[in-house]
């Protein structure tokens, strides 16, 4: 997955970050917000993004997730 141009996909003012308004119709994103905005900033920047997909996907991959699961890609 390129998080540079979902980053870029979400972020419609194009400030380089992500708000919690921009987060909003992200599903997981948007619930994870608070946690994934690592400096309490109100933003999430590339680096948070990064880590909170990589939270995300781990948390998958032990439930028996999409990408982790029967059948799953990873």
């Known amino acids: 997955m390129d998080l540079s141009a979902?980053?870029?996909r979400i972020d419609s003012d194009s400030d380089g970050k992500i708000s919690k308004a921009e987060a909003?119709?992200?599903g997981p994103l948007a619930s994870g917000f608070g946690s994934a905005?690592?400096?309490q900033d109100?933003?999430?920047d590339l680096?948070?993004?990064t880590k909170a997909m990589q939270k995300?996907?781990?948390a998958r991959e032990k439930s028996?997730?999409?990408e982790g699961g029967p059948g799953?890609?990873?």
């Open 24 to 26: 909003s119709s992200m």
């Open 37 to 39: 905005d690592s400096n």
């Open 42 to 44: 109100g933003f999430l």
């Open 6 to 8: 979902m980053m870029q």
């Open 56 to 58: 995300l996907r781990a």
């Open 47 to 49: 680096a948070e993004l």
């Open 72 to 74: 799953g890609a990873g």
């Open 64 to 66: 028996g997730g999409p």
